[in-house]
């Protein structure tokens, strides 16, 4: 937020991948950015990822760009942006004098070989980028509220001017911890991304035997999953909006297992209607445990 | 610095917000920096060099063990916010409701520019006394909001005290006014707002519609018997008033806080207000 009110002027847009997290939309009202949404297409088999049009996301920048947002590894897809779409993108930020505004708090939870390559370390691209991080992922933390923006001076020098006068720091004996954690040694982040694909392969095989559609992620730790198998839940119980809530809704209130309705990560609900999320950053029991209940689904 | 690299700045410069350009980073917080760096007696910023209470210390170690590490909902954590409730109600005789009245937010330096954000419109007016706590100029730039400043005045001798004109209060009021900032006691100058001042401002806040946000941080932190009394508790305003904070749970010892700035502060507000701010 403070990145973005740091840099935003009456009349700028940002360009948005969608499905995208939700503090996104928000973060550009307050701000005042126009978003200009470029869709993400889920994988069409195993062995594809999620993938955008390059010339739907060259034809969102124009003299408007004030910044593209990135965040890889993605939530919701699990997507990690590789080297050559990040040269894309950066081609675009370059020719409209743009930002990438970068959110890589999943940096460190990444599967079957994938490489977290940061935005900044684009060649041309170190004086454009704004990377977001913190310690919440990382170091399970997500009740601490530390995070960090790397910018360059410029940037830096009003970014620190807008988070004064929003929280004046962050947790000062937290800060301190996150000094240590920082310097965990590399097993410590082995340890944790071999943990996480542990848990993500429960979760996948839990959810294609309770009868999801998956979408292997290939980083952070969400499974966005396709629903369309599913009967619509009874409209006379479950009549919220689209079909992804409903079902969400029938999810908790029936089954007892709580996820996020697919709607809330896209501007149109109706793009998320078929989608629901799923977290695995869970320990065994808990996943046991939605196993169980998962089980009364009837696909 | 290469030529490229100089452009580039150049480049990033005019990139910039103007609301981030209208204003510096704080300047007591500066002057804390500046203290470190000349090896100066640091009066500047508003912190005890002295220890934080070891109750407190004590419960944010126990919490930390017991695990209590992840996200608290968005509103705060449920044991908090009915302490809140019950101080509140113990030291102004003010019953709110934790479900709906009530956000903990990161310092109430937060609570402040949330309050703000959550309530101001393009054309919007804040009154704001003068002098006045540096952060609510960078609060009104941000959430979008004209300040319209009122002056106070140094008391002429020994037994006066700060003290504004009624007149130029009055008139600082208008059709475009949303809100006006309160902060009793005052940083920085000490004033304590006395039941007939607020309920002057009272009779302004319902004649024009405006909130009153109210900064009662020092709220404990009193002398010479003055008491303090939150605008919450004056009669037709508990609906109108945001109450920003930075209480921490029940102490059991019963201690003032020692933390100017405390961080886990609190905004209390008329529930309305209270969702639009979450």
Not at chain 2, 63 to 91: C, H
Not at chain 2, 174 to 189: C, D, E
Request: proline share 6%; aromatic share 10%.
């Amino acid at each position: 937020m403070a990145a973005m009110m740091a840099i935003i002027n009456p009349g700028d847009e940002i360009v948005v991948f969608e499905p995208f997290y939700e503090n996104y939309g928000p973060d550009a009202i307050l701000s005042g950015a126009t978003p200009r949404f470029v869709k993400m297409r889920p994988p069409a088999d195993e062995n594809s990822f999620w993938s955008y049009d390059e010339k739907e996301l060259a034809a969102a920048f124009g003299p408007h760009t004030k910044a593209i947002i990135l965040n890889t590894p993605n939530n919701p897809t699990g997507k990690v942006f590789t080297r050559a779409e990040l040269e894309f993108i950066r081609d675009l930020c370059v020719r409209w004098n743009a930002f990438c505004i970068t959110d890589e708090i999943y940096e460190h939870i990444l599967y079957d070989g994938a490489e977290h390559i940061s935005m900044a370390r684009i060649e041309g691209m170190r004086d454009r980028t704004i990377v977001i991080n913190g310690m919440s992922k990382t170091y399970s933390v997500t009740g601490w509220r530390v995070g960090w923006a790397i910018a360059p001076p410029e940037a830096t020098s009003a970014i620190r001017k807008v988070h004064d006068f929003l929280t004046v720091g962050a947790a000062a004996p937290l800060q301190q911890a996150g000094a240590i954690a920082l310097h965990s040694p590399q097993s410590y982040y082995d340890k944790l991304a071999a943990s996480y694909a542990e848990k993500r392969a429960r979760l996948l095989k839990i959810l294609e035997q309770a009868g999801f559609t998956v979408f292997k992620p290939r980083g952070a730790y969400y499974i966005m999953t396709d629903i369309s198998r599913f009967p619509d839940p009874d409209p006379r119980r479950f009549a919220a909006g689209t079909k992804d809530v409903a079902f969400a809704k029938y999810l908790v209130e029936e089954i007892g297992v709580a996820t996020v309705p697919g709607s809330s990560f896209y501007n149109d609900p109706r793009d998320g209607a078929k989608q629901v999320r799923f977290t695995f950053c869970k320990k065994e029991s808990t996943l046991a445990a939605a196993e169980a209940r998962l089980a009364k689904l009837h696909a | 610095m290469t030529a490229t690299e100089s452009s580039m700045a150049q480049i990033a410069r005019r990139m910039l917000s103007a609301k981030a350009e209208q204003f510096t980073e704080s300047v007591i917080r500066e002057m804390t920096r500046l203290a470190l760096k000349h090896n100066a007696v640091n009066l500047s910023q508003g912190f005890p060099d002295f220890a934080a209470p070891a109750e407190v210390k004590e419960a944010a170690r126990q919490a930390i063990s017991d695990d209590i590490n992840q996200y608290a909902i968005t509103w705060g954590a449920k044991p908090l916010r009915d302490a809140i409730v019950e101080k509140f109600e113990r030291t102004q005789g003010v019953r709110v409701d934790p479900e709906r009245e009530i956000t903990i937010c990161c310092g109430s330096t937060e609570a402040m520019m949330a309050a703000m954000m959550a309530i101001i419109n393009p054309g919007d007016e804040i009154v704001v006394f003068e002098p006045f706590y540096e952060n609510y100029g960078p609060d009104a730039i941000l959430s979008g909001a004209t300040p319209r400043f009122v002056k106070m005045r140094p008391p002429a001798n020994e037994n006066s005290f700060w003290s504004y004109d009624e007149k130029e209060l009055a008139a600082a009021f208008g059709p475009h006014t949303k809100a006006i900032i309160l902060n009793t006691p005052n940083n920085p100058t000490g004033k304590v707002f006395t039941r007939a001042e607020l309920e002057f401002i009272r009779d302004l806040c319902v004649r024009w519609n405006a909130f009153c946000i109210t900064d009662e941080i020092y709220e404990h932190i009193l002398y010479d018997g003055a008491e303090h009394i939150s605008m919450a508790r004056i009669e037709g305003m508990r609906e109108r008033t945001i109450v920003i904070n930075g209480n921490t749970p029940n102490n059991p010892t019963g201690k003032v806080f020692t933390r100017a700035d405390a961080s886990i502060p609190s905004a209390r507000s008329p529930s309305a207000a209270g969702r639009r701010r979450r």
